[in-house]
């Protein structure tokens, strides 16, 4: 991954006096959640959970310089799955706000490692939540990262807060349980805790198991020759995606709303991944031709050569076909829209895979603009 650049010479705004505690830093939301936090002066902690290899590179550029006394990213060790770390952490920041997104979040391996699944994503959240409690930090803001995998198999859409979840994987089922005991702790003790719906958000720091990055990084190298093919699973599954800076900066309006709630967050567009693909790589300048059907389907370019290849490893066990969310209530109550089209999305990720192998991205793509909606 293409480490972020590093913070401008500019000197960090002047600490606001709030303390915020971020699970999940080192991921994708929690990286752009930590450097947006950063720049309006708060003072951010991050539990970091012990890794045999570094896991820090998406936040390497926030904190790497410890003598630098304005640099106010600070990293715990702790693990969801360890409440007396998750205890002994909240003890010592007494934070105003905590963002829960640290999660075992790949839907695919919840199959493989439902049971770890459940603690992590699932019982993760009742860690943070009753440690909260215990300590007394009654005032403390409480951001539960929840998904639109909880739709699952509904079959009904567009998708709002009052349509009912039908969870299609352990990894859903887990994030069922962490949505239903966030609002629990809201309406039994009273405490400030909210749920984010939010459909898949993409970037250039999205993890590369995830089918866009998987996507945008083999589109990179197949254009450099670095790769001959791209295996994919279903083509036909539909997905919402939007830019993560945009949803990191929903979150941070759902905790700081007057009332404690629960808001979905999405485009309102929906895309296969085949369209995607096809826009990928369109991108680096192999436009694809489709040809054959289910298993046998490929992508093709111009020359022949056949680029994209179905591989039934990347099937799941139980499917969600179609998600589209209705992000109606963000935007009324709290001014949230997206700024990042789909096709400004996939531009921005296939340009940064170009460039993070070395090549020249394709001309620039237009600063994003407001969606025209
Ligand atoms: P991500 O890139 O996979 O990051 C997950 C984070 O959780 C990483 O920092 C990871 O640490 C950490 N983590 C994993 N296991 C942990 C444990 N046992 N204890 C403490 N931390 C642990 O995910 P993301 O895309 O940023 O998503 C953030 C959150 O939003 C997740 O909860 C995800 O399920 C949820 N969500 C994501 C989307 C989306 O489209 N991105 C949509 C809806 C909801 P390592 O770096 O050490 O692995
Ligand atoms: N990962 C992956 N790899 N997915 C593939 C592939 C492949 O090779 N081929 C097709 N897909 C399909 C999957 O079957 C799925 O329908 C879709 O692409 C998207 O898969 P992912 O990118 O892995 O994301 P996800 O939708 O399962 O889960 C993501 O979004 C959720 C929000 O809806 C994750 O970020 C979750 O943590 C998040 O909650």
């Known amino acids: 991954m293409k480490r972020p650049p590093p913070p401008s010479r500019r000197p960090w705004p002047a600490p606001n006096g709030r303390r915020i505690l971020l699970t999940g830093v080192t991921g994708q939301d929690g990286s752009y959640l930590a450097e947006r936090l950063l720049a309006e002066g708060c003072e951010v902690w991050g539990m970091v959970r012990r890794s045999s290899s570094f896991n820090t590179q998406r936040i390497d550029h926030l904190y790497q310089d410890p003598h630098e006394t304005d640099v106010r990213l600070r990293l715990v060790n702790g693990d969801l799955g360890d409440g007396s770390s998750v205890n002994r952490i909240l003890k010592r920041v007494r ?38 409690r215990d300590l007394g930090l009654d005032d403390t803001r409480f951001y539960q990262a929840s998904s639109s995998e909880l739709y699952g198999g509904i079959g009904r859409s567009p998708q709002n807060e ?3 979840f039908h969870p299609r994987s352990p990894y859903a089922a887990a994030k069922a349980y962490a949505f239903h005991i966030t609002r629990n702790y809201r309406e039994a003790w009273g405490m400030f805790a909210t749920n984010g719906i939010l459909f898949n958000h993409e970037s250039p720091r999205r993890g590369e198991t995830f089918v866009t990055r998987k996507i945008t990084r083999a589109a990179a190298r197949i254009a450099r020759g670095m790769q001959k093919t791209l295996y994919l699973g279903n083509l036909e599954a539909r997905r919402d995606w939007g830019y993560a800076p945009d949803y990191v900066d929903a979150m941070v309006r759902i905790l700081r709303a007057k009332k404690a709630d629960d808001y979905v967050v999405a485009t309102g567009e929906t895309h296969s991944v085949r369209e995607f693909c096809a826009a990928a790589f369109a991108r680096v300048g192999l436009p694809l031709e489709w040809s054959g059907k289910g298993l046998k389907e490929r992508g093709v370019d111009a020359r022949g050569r056949v ?9 799941r066990p139980s499917e969600v076909e179609l998600l589209l969310g209705d992000a109606s209530r963000a935007r009324r109550e709290l001014g949230w829209k997206p700024t990042v089209t789909f ?18 991205a394709p001309p620039a793509a237009p600063a994003p603009r407001r969606r025209a909606r």
Do not use: W
Request: aromatic letters at 8%; a negative charge; charged letters at 25%.
């Open 95 to 132: 934070p105003h706000e905590v963002y829960n997104l640290g999660a075992q979040s790949h839907v695919k391996t919840s199959f493989d490692i439902p049971e770890y699944t459940a603690d992590i994503t699932g019982l993760g959240a009742v860690r943070v939540l009753e440690a909260l």
């Open 307 to 315: 680029l994209v290849q179905i591989d039934e490893r990347y099937f």
């Open 162 to 164: 009052r349509t009912p």
């Open 343 to 360: 096709r400004q999305l996939v531009e921005i990720m296939v340009d940064a895979d170009v460039e993070a192998i070395g090549g020249t």
